[in-house]
């Protein structure tokens, strides 16, 4: 019995779909996870969605060119003009299926790129804090430490709150120099402490507070996980996986201002000699060199 061609060929399923929606997950994931494999998604979901519509054209037959007629040559051959083909026409499925694709794709570009733009943008935005003035020279006397507190972002109130020690390493040449460390954990984030005896007594200078420490510090300690660093914030036990941060400087009419924060993967020597070894400040429990700092390629702004 001859088999029915009342219902025509049915291609199989296609895997563009799928890679599509793996490429739009990745780029999705991307974005909480690594910005890399963002546009990793984003080239997959691309590719796949191109091949995708291309093989619906082909199946649609918007991809076949019509029929060319011979030419004549040197004005021989039939002397019949060629019957001219009639031409082509889609169907209303073909026009629809691509139209609802495309409209689809507008729609979800517009209803994704707000949502997207609000929830990325204000973490590239005003992040930059401006210098704080911590008080006169006068206030951190050489070679000794001074516990200081202050607010980085006045706007934002004592959410902005922050503690370094500052140290007044004397003159490198004929410029002052300080070393202004974090007391931030390079684990998880948690309060260091300096090893040694801090006294209740304090100094304010406007919303700065100052603590002299009458006997310098041996080191840091993180009471949270055991955490150490030497006096100059290098990291000598515990889970740290670098150095402690540092904050630039700067020195404005006789003031010293804090600056931008900045991380540390170690310190050679100490003072105003010291060799620093300076890199983007990154968060808590990120490397910042070797090859474990290639899992963190992009730091986004804080």
Not at 78 to 98: D, I, K
Not at 187 to 205: D, E, F, I, M, R
Not at 262 to 281: N, P
Request: proline letters at 11%; glycine letters at 12%; charged letters at 15%.
């Amino acid at each position: 019995m001859e088999p029915s061609r009342e219902h025509p060929h049915v291609p199989g399923p296609s895997l563009w779909p799928v890679g599509l929606a793996v490429g739009v997950v990745a780029l999705l994931v991307g974005l909480i996870v690594n910005w890399w494999i963002s546009v990793a998604g984003a080239a997959i979901a691309i590719a796949f969605g191109f091949l995708w519509v291309r093989d619906i054209a082909r199946e649609r037959g918007l991809t076949k060119a019509g029929e060319v007629a011979p030419e004549r040559r040197n004005g021989r051959g039939p002397s019949r003009r060629p019957a001219v083909a009639p031409p082509r026409t889609y169907g209303r499925s073909a026009f629809l299926e691509l139209s609802t694709l495309g409209l689809g794709g507008v729609i979800g570009g517009l209803v994704s790129l707000p949502a997207l733009g609000f929830m990325l943008l204000p973490a590239f935005l005003k992040q930059k804090n401006p210098a704080h003035d911590l008080g006169p020279l006068t206030d951190f006397p050489q070679g000794e430490f001074v516990v200081t507190t202050f607010v980085s972002n006045p706007p934002e109130g004592q959410v902005s709150r922050r503690t370094a020690f500052v140290r007044n390493n004397g003159l490198l040449g004929t410029e002052p120099s300080f070393t202004i460390i974090s007391n931030h954990c390079a684990h998880l984030g948690c309060p260091v402490q300096p090893t040694t005896v801090v006294p209740k007594k304090s100094a304010q200078y406007k919303d700065v507070t100052l603590i002299p420490l009458p006997t310098p510090p041996s080191g840091y300690s993180c009471p949270c996980h055991g955490g150490a660093y030497d006096v100059e914030g290098n990291r000598i036990a515990g889970p740290p996986v670098r150095a402690l941060d540092r904050y630039s400087f700067s020195i404005r009419n006789g003031h010293l201002y804090v600056g931008a924060p900045f991380s540390v993967s170690h310190v050679v020597g100490s003072g105003a000699t010291a060799r620093i070894y300076k890199y983007t400040l990154a968060f808590p429990g990120e490397h910042i060199d070797g090859i474990e700092s290639w899992l963190y390629p992009i730091q986004p702004p804080h």
